[in-house]
């Protein structure tokens, strides 16, 4: 699978190349050969081109996104859309990669600001040490040039998020389709009473675990979808359609 578009910046780091390329509409960033990490629209930033991105926002009908933590950055898609589109929600983001980060800020957009703090570092340190408020929603998503980092499904990177998160939030994992399985589920239910899951076309298998259910009906839940789509710009009603509870 090639890259599309051409190259407009490569840099490195101690974990291999950070690249930018761009299409004339759109902009992606990878870190190998093979596979973007991210994309964004030049024009609208706010929207998430990524389907599993855009999947990962169901999480929206469950919470307010007052309080949100993000594990992993990349182009920084989805907090650019949360910073744009929801002027209450303060961001902490850790992501290990300095060199990501500035490749965000420069050719993605990523806001400044007082409501978004990036944190350079592990997830797992971040999660360790750093102090913050509790969360409503965390977002976790930690991919390298190989695919998915061991980290998120470990046990103590679990229970950590389980612990940040305030009663009634919401842990959202970007996984694929091969990790669906009873050892994934079983080391889930060692801390969240709830699983949801979301399939995409690309192959991503998005999870939403919680303490407790969100306690809607499916109309309440469409009808929520339709409201924050709106405030989205894109709907979240065919993902809607495809969350699963699990087991």
């Given at each position: 699978?090639?890259?599309?578009?051409?190259?407009?910046?490569?840099?490195?780091?101690?974990?291999?190349?950070?690249?930018?390329?761009?299409?004339?509409?759109?902009?992606?960033?990878?870190?190998?050969?093979?596979?973007?990490?991210?994309?964004?629209?030049?024009?609208?930033?706010?929207?998430?081109?990524?389907?599993?991105?855009?999947?990962?926002?169901?999480?929206?009908?469950?919470?307010?996104?007052?309080?949100?933590?993000?594990?992993?950055?990349?182009?920084?898609?989805?907090?650019?859309?949360?910073?744009?589109?929801?002027?209450?929600?303060?961001?902490?983001?850790?992501?290990?990669?300095p060199e990501v980060v500035e490749v965000a800020y420069r050719f993605f957009q990523l806001p400044?600001?007082?409501?978004?703090?990036?944190?350079?570092?592990?997830?797992?340190?971040?999660?360790?040490?750093?102090?913050?408020?509790?969360?409503?929603?965390?977002?976790?998503?930690?991919?390298?040039?190989?695919?998915?980092?061991?980290?998120?499904?470990?046990?103590?990177?679990?229970?950590?998020?389980?612990?940040?998160?305030?009663?009634?939030?919401?842990?959202?994992?970007?996984?694929?389709?091969?990790?669906?399985?009873?050892?994934?589920?079983?080391?889930?239910?060692?801390?969240?009473?709830?699983?949801?899951?979301?399939?995409?076309?690309?192959?991503?298998?998005?999870?939403?675990?919680?303490?407790?259910?969100?306690?809607?009906?499916?109309?309440?839940?469409?009808?929520?979808?339709?409201?924050?789509?709106?405030?989205?710009?894109?709907?979240?009603?065919?993902?809607?359609?495809?969350?699963?509870?699990?087991?």
């Amino acid at each position: 699978m090639s890259l599309p578009g051409h190259e407009i910046y490569r840099g490195y780091d101690e974990f291999g190349a950070v690249r930018v390329l761009d299409d004339g509409d759109k902009r992606y960033l990878a870190f190998g050969d093979q596979d973007e990490q991210s994309c964004c629209l030049r024009n609208e930033p706010l929207m998430p081109e990524h389907e599993y991105v855009r999947a990962m926002l169901l999480a929206l009908l469950f919470a307010e996104p007052k309080q949100v933590i993000s594990l992993g950055l990349g182009a920084g898609a989805l907090n650019t859309c949360l910073h744009g589109r929801f002027a209450s929600c303060k961001q902490q983001i850790a992501e290990l990669r300095p060199e990501v980060v500035e490749v965000a800020y420069r050719f993605f957009q990523l806001p400044r600001g007082k409501r978004i703090q990036v944190h350079t570092q592990d997830a797992l340190g971040f999660l360790r040490h750093v102090e913050t408020r509790k969360a409503d929603i965390i977002f976790s998503d930690i991919y390298g040039a190989e695919g998915l980092s061991d980290q998120q499904l470990g046990e103590e990177y679990l229970t950590l998020c389980a612990e940040r998160l305030k009663p009634g939030g919401w842990l959202v994992m970007n996984l694929w389709r091969e990790h669906q399985g009873p050892d994934t589920l079983e080391l889930l239910l060692q801390q969240f009473g709830t699983i949801y899951g979301c399939h995409t076309q690309s192959g991503n298998w998005i999870v939403f675990a919680a303490e407790d259910d969100h306690g809607q009906s499916q109309s309440q839940l469409e009808k929520r979808a339709r409201v924050i789509s709106q405030q989205l710009n894109f709907s979240l009603l065919p993902f809607l359609k495809r969350l699963k509870p699990f087991p």
